[in-house]
């Protein structure tokens, strides 16, 4: 079947809009700086921006996610879910804080390692056995802290994310562009499914699974856009 992703995060960023291949030396358990996919030139100046409330612009903002299978090789899945609000504060001319919400009820599948099933691992990734969106339409990222990262051009961005009614910390790298009025976070997270009680088929609660086994781990890349109000 498949192994999810999602979060949200932000703004994270959950929080960036291109398309990953999640490799065994670029993952680590939750809590774990994760390296963007693209690297990212180092500013000259701090970046600037005018202080006030920015509003998250959705039709601009963007969010991907991939997983894989355990025990076969370069299968991957992968889809999108749409970021439906969020906003972020901006204090003394830097981002402070902000959240991000994602509505789950739009999670796509726009490929699978086996070349089809799209539609039917759509529909199982917003059953109860993944993020049972009825019960539960959205997750939602809060970020506490912006920290300048050990990366050059990089922000290390703290909080905690939210799925199915389970809140829990998570960090990744973002980048920060844009000034003024207008302001761009882009990131990639690696998440941890299980500890939000994503269980599905994973190979540390179910025993002979086979080659069904999907990883724990799964990846989101984001982009959020937001203009001050």
Same mark, same amino acid.
């Given at each position: 079947?498949?192994?999810?992703?999602?979060?949200?995060?932000?703004?994270?960023?959950?929080?960036?809009?291109?398309?990953?291949?999640?490799?065994?030396?670029?993952?680590?358990?939750?809590?774990?700086?994760?390296?963007? /996919?693209?690297?990212?030139?180092?500013?000259?100046?701090?970046?600037?921006?005018?202080?006030? %409330? $920015?509003?998250?612009?959705?039709?601009?903002?963007?969010?991907?996610?991939?997983?894989?299978?355990?025990?076969?090789? !370069?299968?991957?899945?992968?889809?999108?879910?749409?970021?439906?609000? +969020?906003?972020? %504060?901006?204090?003394?001319?830097?981002?402070?804080?902000?959240?991000?919400?994602?509505?789950?009820?739009?999670?796509?599948?726009?490929?699978?390692?086996?070349?089809? +099933?799209?539609?039917?691992?759509?529909?199982?990734?917003?059953?109860?056995?993944?993020?049972?969106?009825?019960? $539960?339409?959205?997750?939602?990222?809060?970020?506490?802290?912006?920290?300048?990262?050990?990366?050059?051009?990089?922000?290390?961005?703290?909080?905690?994310?939210?799925?199915?009614?389970?809140?829990?910390?998570?960090?990744?790298? /973002?980048?920060?562009?844009?000034?003024?009025? /207008?302001?761009?976070?882009?990131?990639?997270?690696?998440?941890?499914?299980?500890?939000? +009680?994503?269980? $599905?088929?994973?190979? !540390?609660?179910?025993?002979?699974?086979?080659?069904?086994?999907?990883?724990?781990?799964?990846?989101?890349?984001?982009?959020?856009?937001?203009?001050?109000?």
């Amino acid at each position: 079947m498949m192994k999810l992703i999602l979060f949200l995060v932000i703004v994270a960023a959950v929080v960036g809009g291109v398309l990953y291949v999640v490799s065994g030396d670029q993952r680590g358990p939750i809590g774990d700086p994760v390296l963007s /996919a693209t690297p990212v030139e180092a500013t000259a100046t701090p970046l600037v921006f005018s202080d006030g %409330v $920015y509003q998250l612009t959705a039709s601009a903002s963007r969010m991907e996610w991939s997983g894989s299978k355990t025990l076969i090789a !370069n299968y991957i899945d992968r889809g999108t879910v749409a970021i439906a609000s +969020g906003s972020a %504060v901006v204090e003394g001319g830097a981002v402070t804080k902000g959240s991000v919400v994602v509505d789950l009820t739009t999670i796509t599948t726009t490929s699978t390692g086996r070349g089809s +099933g799209e539609t039917m691992m759509q529909k199982h990734l917003k059953s109860a056995d993944f993020f049972d969106v009825e019960k $539960y339409p959205t997750a939602a990222f809060t970020f506490e802290k912006l920290t300048p990262a050990s990366v050059s051009g990089q922000l290390t961005v703290s909080g905690t994310l939210a799925i199915k009614g389970v809140t829990k910390p998570v960090q990744f790298l /973002a980048t920060l562009t844009g000034a003024g009025n /207008a302001l761009t976070m882009e990131a990639t997270a690696t998440l941890d499914r299980t500890q939000w +009680g994503l269980t $599905y088929a994973s190979g !540390n609660f179910f025993k002979n699974l086979g080659d069904k086994v999907i990883d724990d781990l799964f990846t989101v890349h984001f982009v959020v856009v937001g203009t001050r109000r």
